[in-house]
């Protein structure tokens, strides 16, 4: 599995369209808001160049890559914390996902009706942040109400973690998301069991129509620094079109040519999504099959050999490393060893982006 993005932000701003053009699933659009009740869920493989040059030297093999999934979520409302529009579900959705992604609408169009009277990107921007905060306060509150019954009378340990929750409330009472809040180890694992929405890594994805970045768009990129994050600018409805019709990868590059666009949205996404998250790639090509796996940077070999097979990581001896790169000079595993350039790591090995590897286990 590669990562799980869940696509947020306010009704009728485009994140069916846009989840459309990523996954080519047909989800339904219309041009009211909350045309999307029910999720929509889409694993899109993710195209990585390196795996198509590698597979070159295994032409017997099966290609296998690894996968994106995306989720597209109700639209989200003012006052959604309390229940209104979607509310609870909207926010239950978001719980489960690893990464958001924040639909921002920058396009104009009359004929597409806006929830308030105009377009206004940071107001919107602030509209939904302001609803996670607002959830996660109350999520906070809940759970400090049983650590004060705990603390009662149980000594030190548990009135530090009281007092650091305490704080930690305070901060997000103030407005800060719980991604920029260094958190005190006491309260780390506590935090975590809830999930918090404002922890989730965040990107915003401006929805920017026909003609490219726009007035309505460059705020957001600024925004977006300001929040020690990336806004990436999508076409919507071209993309979503252009993936509709085009069958092949060479017809949907013509027609990205043709209006001017030498790459998808998608690639851009999932370029910022691996290094929002930290995520790098390593190869394979046991067996029947040439793939790639998606791991977080600083994984060890045993726990990358896990991905594969869980009892990998308890059965595992060696991992041999090589480089993509020479191996792909080289033209075999063969030629490598006679040069002694496969390497041989250990438990503590850290896997590196573009690793090809072989586990040796018992
Ligand atoms: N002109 C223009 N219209 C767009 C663009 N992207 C989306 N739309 C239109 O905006 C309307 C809403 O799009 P959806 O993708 O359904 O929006 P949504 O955010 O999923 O809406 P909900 O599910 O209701 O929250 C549709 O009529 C789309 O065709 C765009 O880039 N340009
Ligand atoms: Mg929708």
Redesign the pocket.
């Known amino acids: 599995m590669g990562f799980n993005c869940g696509l947020i ?12 053009a990523l996954s080519a699933a047909g ?10 009740i029910e999720a929509n869920m889409g694993t899109i493989p993710v195209p990585d160049s390196r795996l198509d040059r590698l597979a070159v030297l295994f032409p017997e093999k099966r290609k296998i890559p690894t996968y994106l999934e995306f989720i ?1 979520i ?2 989200l409302v003012e006052g959604a914390s309390h229940g209104a529009g979607m509310g609870n579900q909207f926010l239950s959705e978001i719980r489960t996902v690893d990464a958001i992604l924040h ?1 921002v609408r920058c ?3 009359p ?2 009706a806006h929830v308030t009277d105009k377009l206004d990107p940071l107001r919107d921007i602030d509209v939904v942040n302001t609803e996670l905060l607002l959830k996660d306060y109350e999520t906070l509150s809940r759970v400090e109400e049983r650590l004060a019954r705990e603390a009662k009378g149980k000594g030190r340990h548990a009135a530090a973690r009281l007092s650091a929750w305490q704080h930690l409330r305070g901060q997000v009472a103030e407005g800060m998301p719980l991604r920029d809040i260094s958190i005190a180890p006491e309260i780390e694992d506590s935090l975590r069991e809830i999930s918090p929405l404002s922890a989730k890594p965040l990107l915003y994805v401006a ?4 003609k490219g970045e726009n007035e309505y768009s460059k705020p957001v990129t600024l925004i977006a620094k300001e929040h020690n994050t990336k806004a990436i600018t999508i ?4 993309e ?1 079109e252009i993936a509709e019709i085009a069958d092949t990868a060479e017809e949907k590059a013509a027609y990205l040519q043709e209006w001017g666009l030498n790459k998808t949205g998608l690639d851009e996404l999932i370029k910022s999504g691996y290094q929002l998250l930290d995520l790098i790639t390593f190869f394979t090509f046991e067996g029947p099959e040439v793939r790639a796996w998606t791991v977080p940077q600083g994984t060890t070999a045993p726990k990358a050999g896990a991905k594969i097979h869980s009892d990998f990581e308890k059965r595992f001896i060696l991992a041999e490393v090589m480089s993509l790169q020479q191996l792909i000079s080289m033209g075999s595993e063969k030629a490598l060893r006679e040069k002694g350039q496969v390497q041989r790591a250990g438990h503590d090995y850290v896997v590196q982006d573009g690793d090809v590897i072989r586990f040796i286990s018992t």
């Open positions: 932000g306010l009704p009728n701003v485009g994140k069916s369209t846009i989840f459309n989800a339904r659009v219309e041009s009211y808001p909350f045309c999307t597209d109700a639209g639909v396009f104009v169009d004929n597409v929805n920017v129509g026909e076409r919507g409805l071209i979503a």
